[in-house]
């Protein structure tokens, strides 16, 4: 089975052509086996490039852990760019189908004539707390509530962008944080479909840092439905502006929640790595 790895801002996936490639039917096997950083390609997932009845694409992920996901805003990055560089779709603007429903894709290439930034029309985001879903709160937003993950205290804000995410502010995000409070946030029971969390500092109104400890994939370089949650989150909180720049650990993204729509436009980096052969 041909594949190709690329990442966008750092976030690396493995993607599989199935408009020529026909892959294993164990799909979470072949997500766990390929994404093994040490007896496999290395990758945060495995996404799947479909043909689509409603769109020029379909993206099917899955996590490093063979859990299968709605949405990743690197991965749809990186399927737009590959829909074009390799000829299944060359349109200045793409339609991308996802677990989370049809986006909306705007391509900006390079001198060279491939894609070298992609804008994502993420959609809007979800805040009721039963459809995200979590249970912090029985009815209504989760905004800045006061709650204890891990016996330590914080105020998270949850928003779903297609998928869950629970933001927390904070002075600085340690790897204390991250590595730990984080993965005992993505299983709490209040997160019925486990979550995945954004550790944010904010820099100014206009300016975050953020880290993300990603579900089913530990932390991650970049989380694209993270950084909209964010965005959307600031907003909120009234901590930032509607549109910002969110610095990940593999690079930064640009994020504008527009008010008018209520729907949030993601600007961020796609890049091919490079591609090979997989014994299935």
């Known amino acids: 089975m041909k594949f190709t790895k690329m990442h966008g801002a750092g ?33 945060d997932g495995l996404i799947l490039i479909h043909p689509s009845e409603v769109a020029d694409a379909r993206m099917q992920m899955f996590n490093a852990d063979g859990s299968e996901s ?34 909306g894709i705007k391509l900006h290439l390079g001198p060279d ?42 105020q998270a804000t ?18 204390e944080l991250v590595l730990q409070v984080g993965p005992q946030i993505e299983c709490d029971p209040r997160f019925p479909n486990r979550t995945n969390i954004e550790f944010v500092e904010v820099i100014s109104n206009t300016e975050v840092r953020q880290r993300t400890w990603e579900r089913g994939s530990g932390e991650t370089w970049a989380c694209g439905t993270g950084a909209s949650a964010v965005c959307v989150a600031g907003v909120l909180t009234n901590r930032t502006e ?9 690079g930064d993204l640009i994020l504008e929640w527009d008010e008018s729509n209520n729907e949030v436009m993601m600007t961020g980096p796609a890049t091919e790595i490079f591609s090979g052969t997989w014994e299935c």
């Open 11 to 43: 976030n690396d996936y493995v993607y599989v052509d199935c408009f020529t490639e026909t892959p294993p039917t164990d799909l979470p096997g072949l997500a766990r086996n390929i994404s093994h950083r040490r007896f496999g390609v290395g990758a």
């Open 113 to 154: 004539q491939k894609v070298a930034q992609v804008t994502v029309n993420m959609g809007s985001p979800e805040l009721e707390a039963q459809r995200i879903p979590t249970t912090l709160q029985n009815a209504g937003h989760v905004i800045d509530l006061d709650v204890e993950f891990g016996g330590q205290p914080f």
């Open 70 to 103: 709605e949405m990743c805003g690197n991965g749809i990055r990186c399927v737009a760019k590959y829909v074009h560089d390799h000829g299944i779709a060359q349109k200045p603007s793409l339609t991308i189908e996802t677990g989370a429903g049809k986006l």
């Open 158 to 175: 949850c928003v779903s962008m297609g998928n869950p995410h629970c933001i927390v502010f904070v002075e600085q995000a340690t790897d």
């Open 242 to 250: 509607r549109r910002i720049t969110n610095h990940l650990l593999g």
